[in-house]
């Protein structure tokens, strides 16, 4: 499979703090997703980012498939931003099989 | 919206019972995935089924099975449930290359 390693492993902020995460890749991307795992345990997918850049909201997400990495970036983060972000991404083509990073804990303090 | 359903949200059961954890969606999307997720550990694929009555190993497919005979349903199966099966397990369904949508979970502890 590929190796995803995830940056920092742990984050933790002060509200209103931009912070960016970081995913690099062992193998070429392909089929790259974010995730946000809220304290409930509850996965959200957040972008869909193959290559390029993508905004929503306050969270934008750039992709470099030719490097192999990805960038999550939280501006004006606020306490709901808080849990544990995933990245994820397909080898080659292995019918939508995702393999994911460990994940970033980031705690968001008033 | 796409909706990920998964039978139980907590699930306590004795070592050595068969126990099923059910999830269903509601897209018709070809390919359903279990994972389990450990501290630390991040999210490890146990199966992954990309037709009806199709599956593929993941990484750590040891003492589980599953089960597809719908295209909405994937079952994970403990035949002997043991105590270091004791964990958070995801379900999440899409459609081929495309995101995933995660159920709830289920914390299924084993005593």
């Known amino acids: 499979g590929i190796q995803v390693e995830q940056s920092p492993p742990d984050l933790i902020l002060q509200e209103g703090a931009n912070s960016t995460l970081r995913c690099n890749f062992s193998d070429s991307v392909n089929n790259l997703q974010w995730f946000h795992q809220n304290p409930w345990g509850q996965l959200i997918n957040l972008f869909y980012?193959?290559?390029g850049t993508k905004q929503n909201g306050r969270l934008s997400a750039t992709t470099v498939a030719t490097e192999r990495y990805s960038l999550l970036y939280i501006s004006s983060s606020q306490t709901t931003d808080s849990g544990v972000y995933f990245c994820?991404?397909?080898?080659?083509?292995?019918?939508?099989?995702?393999?994911f990073g460990r994940g970033t804990q980031l705690t968001v303090w008033p | 919206d796409v909706k990920v359903t998964q039978s139980s949200r907590y699930l306590v059961k004795r070592t050595g019972e068969k126990v099923f954890l059910e999830c269903v969606q509601d897209?018709?999307?070809?390919?359903m995935f279990w994972y389990r997720q450990d501290p630390g550990l991040g999210l490890r694929l146990i199966y992954f089924?990309?037709?009806?009555?199709?599956?593929e190993k993941g990484d750590i497919p040891e003492g589980y099975s599953v089960s597809r005979e719908k295209k909405e349903r994937f079952s994970l199966i403990l035949e002997s449930a043991s105590t270091n099966q004791t964990s958070m397990y995801l379900c999440?369904?899409?459609?081929?290359?495309?995101?995933?949508?995660f159920g709830a979970g289920t914390r299924l502890s084993v005593l």
């Open positions: 089924s990309y037709d009806v009555k199709m599956k």
């Open positions: 994820a991404s397909e080898r080659g083509s292995t019918l939508g099989r995702l393999y």
């Open positions: 897209m018709d999307h070809e390919n």
């Open positions: 999440a369904s899409s459609l081929r290359k495309n995101i995933q949508y």
């Open positions: 980012i193959p290559s």
